[in-house]
Nanobody, 118 residues
């Protein structure tokens, strides 16, 4: 089993920055894609950014140029650097990962709240 532990959420003013972190613990050998999703009140969960083990990245159009995803394969850690934050970025952010050793696997963290407000 894989557990994902997130940190770094909080309250920030519009235009500010936050950095989210997620560490994988447990049976992490074989972890492939890691990423971040978010869910705002009354909305569906959506992909924010994803990074493969080889470093290929994908971003939602709404965050391109403002957010940067990175990872450390040895430490099973993924970060999301969020700059120029907007009120629309307010949501619970969830870390996500899958494993090549477990077909169909889809692991989630507990979520961390990000609130962008003046």
């Amino acid at each position: 089993q894989v557990h994902l532990v997130e940190s770094g959420g909080g309250l920030v003013q519009p235009g500010g920055s936050l950095r989210l972190s997620c560490v994988g613990v447990g049976s992490t050998f074989g972890i492939n894609n890691m990423g971040w999703y978010r869910q705002a009140p009354g909305k569906q969960r959506e992909l924010v950014a994803q990074i493969s083990r080889s470093g290929t990245t994908t971003y939602a159009d709404s965050v391109k140029g403002r957010f940067t995803i990175s990872r450390d394969n040895a430490e099973i850690t993924v970060w999301l650097q969020m700059n120029s934050l907007k009120p629309d970025d307010t949501a619970v952010y969830y870390c996500n990962a899958d494993s090549v050793l477990v077909p169909g696997s889809n692991y989630w963290g507990q979520g961390t709240q990000v609130t962008v407000s003046s």
